[in-house]
């Protein structure tokens, strides 16, 4: 690539959107915002437990039938919970399956021809993927737990499976979060010299990219409520406003 190639591109457009596609892309933007923001909103009322019961209360510690019982009552409220787990994380999919034809579409506003955005294209679609496949784990791992807790089955062996297959779920976010911020920062940088694309929306892509790779060493680290810090600021908030404000730019394009 050259500096030729780099002019060409801006002076002819060649980094936008297909006027066709563009206007799709738009909405798959918008639809993956509100995916994100009615499963942040309703995953927030849950852990609130709003539309769910209260867990039972905990126990101190004891001896091993007075903690068994515990877990038993425990798992039991969990088992409760699983039907309204599966709907908030099926809208929560469907946000971030939006992310992939939104990847394609981006690279074209970014410039498809610069290495950043090739790049920040095939790290966005495999971000996505990679949390979608933790959360269908943990989803097949829960339902899993949820019948063996309401059968009369081994308790610890229920806890040592929920420990288990929560821990590869966060896993598979941990390195989603990782790819997706780097991403964001090659989409930043790829747009950086275009004139299709607002600097104030290649620095809220560089903010972005650096709350999810801060996600991702939350994730690390293992800091539960850092990661909740996170997940909100990025997720909730930064994430969806960005794809807010791509799908805008990208049907601006198309009707040039």
Same mark, same amino acid.
């Given at each position: 690539?050259?500096?030729?190639? %780099?002019?060409?591109?801006?002076?002819?457009?060649?980094?936008?959107?297909?006027?066709? +596609?563009? &206007?799709?892309?738009?909405?798959?933007?918008?639809?993956?915002?509100?995916?994100?923001?009615?499963?942040?909103?309703?995953?927030?009322?849950?852990?609130?437990?709003?539309?769910?019961?209260?867990?039972?209360?905990?126990?101190?510690?004891?001896?091993?039938?007075?903690? %068994?019982?515990?877990?038993?009552?425990?798992?039991?409220? #969990?088992?409760?919970?699983?039907?309204?787990?599966?709907?908030?994380?099926?809208?929560?999919?469907?946000?971030?399956?939006?992310?992939?034809?939104?990847?394609?579409?981006?690279? *074209?506003?970014?410039?498809? @021809?610069?290495? &950043?955005?090739?790049?920040?294209? +095939?790290?966005?679609?495999?971000?996505? !993927?990679?949390?979608?496949?933790?959360?269908?784990?943990?989803?097949?791992? @829960?339902?899993?737990?949820?019948?063996?807790?309401?059968?009369?089955?081994?308790?610890?062996?229920?806890?040592?499976?929920?420990?288990?297959? %929560?821990?590869? +779920?966060?896993?598979? *976010?941990?390195?989603?979060?990782?790819?997706?911020?780097? +991403?964001?920062?090659?989409?930043?940088?790829?747009?950086?010299?275009?004139?299709?694309? &607002?600097?104030?929306?290649?620095?809220?892509?560089?903010?972005?990219?650096?709350?999810?790779?801060?996600?991702? /060493?939350?994730?690390?680290?293992? %800091?539960?409520?850092?990661?909740? !810090? #996170?997940?909100?600021? /990025? /997720?909730?908030?930064?994430?969806?406003?960005?794809?807010?404000?791509?799908? @805008?730019?990208?049907?601006? *394009?198309?009707?040039?």
């Amino acid at each position: 690539m050259t500096a030729t190639t %780099d002019d060409l591109d801006t002076r002819t457009k060649a980094g936008q959107a297909p006027p066709a +596609a563009a &206007p799709a892309a738009g909405l798959v933007a918008y639809a993956g915002a509100a995916a994100f923001v009615v499963a942040a909103v309703w995953y927030g009322l849950a852990a609130g437990y709003v539309t769910v019961a209260r867990p039972p209360a905990p126990t101190a510690p004891g001896a091993g039938a007075q903690l %068994d019982g515990a877990l038993h009552r425990w798992f039991g409220w #969990f088992a409760t919970t699983l039907a309204q787990e599966r709907l908030i994380t099926a809208i929560a999919i469907t946000g971030f399956l939006c992310l992939l034809p939104l990847a394609a579409f981006t690279r *074209e506003l970014a410039g498809r @021809h610069r290495l &950043p955005a090739r790049i920040g294209s +095939a790290a966005m679609a495999a971000g996505a !993927l990679l949390w979608v496949a933790g959360n269908v784990v943990r989803l097949g791992g @829960h339902r899993a737990v949820g019948l063996m807790a309401t059968h009369q089955n081994p308790i610890q062996t229920i806890n040592a499976i929920l420990f288990t297959t %929560d821990t590869i +779920a966060d896993t598979f *976010e941990l390195a989603a979060f990782a790819v997706l911020g780097v +991403a964001l920062v090659a989409f930043a940088g790829a747009a950086a010299g275009s004139r299709a694309v &607002p600097r104030a929306w290649c620095g809220y892509s560089l903010l972005l990219g650096v709350v999810l790779l801060g996600l991702s /060493g939350a994730y690390a680290a293992a %800091d539960d409520n850092l990661i909740n !810090l #996170f997940l909100v600021a /990025g /997720g909730a908030l930064l994430l969806p406003a960005w794809l807010v404000w791509t799908g @805008h730019l990208l049907r601006a *394009e198309a009707s040039r």
